[in-house]
């Protein structure tokens, strides 16, 4: 059975780093695409960033470009998200998610993924 478990997440100052892990089992990161996403109460869940399959594509949202960089282990079937510059406005819960995809394409589209994690609190405050 496929499963994601997010972990990583905390208090953090406001100009902080955090890096998130993504441990995947049941599954491979061979054939999957990984997208991070989160989501705040009362907000729709938006996606922050993907990485690829194949290639190591990456995809950001303009919010993160610059400050959040995804990456991907395959041999330890892990993807990361590093934050840097933690802002307020970053305060989520972040989820990781699966889409079996072979492609070097990946989507930041909630509706692409199959698989999804319990997601970890991230709260940027001072």
């Known amino acids: 059975q496929a499963q994601l478990v997010e972990s990583g997440g905390g208090l953090v100052q406001p100009g902080g780093s955090l890096r998130l892990s993504c441990a995947a089992s049941?599954?491979?990161?061979?054939?999957?695409?990984i997208g991070w996403f989160r989501q705040v109460p009362g907000k729709e869940r938006e996606g922050v960033s993907c990485?690829?399959?194949?290639?190591?594509?990456?995809n950001y949202a303009d919010s993160v470009k610059g400050r959040f960089t995804i990456s991907r282990d395959n041999a330890k079937n892990t993807v990361y998200l590093q934050m840097n510059s933690l802002k307020p406005e970053d305060t989520a819960v972040y989820y990781c998610?699966?889409?079996?995809?072979?492609?070097?394409?990946?989507?930041?589209?909630?509706?692409?993924?199959?698989?999804w994690g319990q997601g970890t609190q991230v709260t940027v405050s001072s």
């Open positions: 990485i690829s399959s194949r290639g190591g594509t990456t």
């Open positions: 049941g599954l491979s990161l061979d054939y999957h695409a």
């Open positions: 998610a699966a889409d079996y995809r072979l492609s070097t394409r990946c989507s930041t589209t909630m509706g692409a993924y199959d698989y």
